[in-house]
């Protein structure tokens, strides 16, 4: 049996890469059904605006969720798929009945933040793995995070 993988890397390193994979792609299910919440529930008189920026980030993570899955594939491990697990290993708890607008960017601010955090984690260990890809992958999530992060708090003033 060979010790690398189907991409040329060390299988046991992409132990812990794929963990840390699965938690992330947890932390995201969490966050994606917290923000499809506010956009749901979201009241007052910035209901317009905040309802469609809601949809357009979940469809962003719902876009996110997948890639990061099926990287999970390509390194040779399976994603989680049920519930238990993401609840489970989610980074981030779950955000329920918040019906402010501004707590619901609020809500939206702490997931954006909690995601970079793991994901900077994820991109240093890919990297020590010598995982580019992998590293690559979140570390453009987290750019494009930054940036929402600075425009909801825009928002809060
Ligand atoms: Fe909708």
Redesign the pocket.
Known sequence: MTNTNQIGLEKKDMTQVIEKLNGLLSTYHVFYLNVRGY??NVKGEHFFSL?EKF?ELYTELQLQIDEIAERILTLGGTPFHAYSDFTQHASLKENKNVFEGRACVEGVVNGLQTLIEEQRDVSSVAEEAEDQGTADLVDEYVQTQEKHIWMYNAFLG
Request: glycine share 0%.
């Open positions: 956009h749901w309802h949809e």
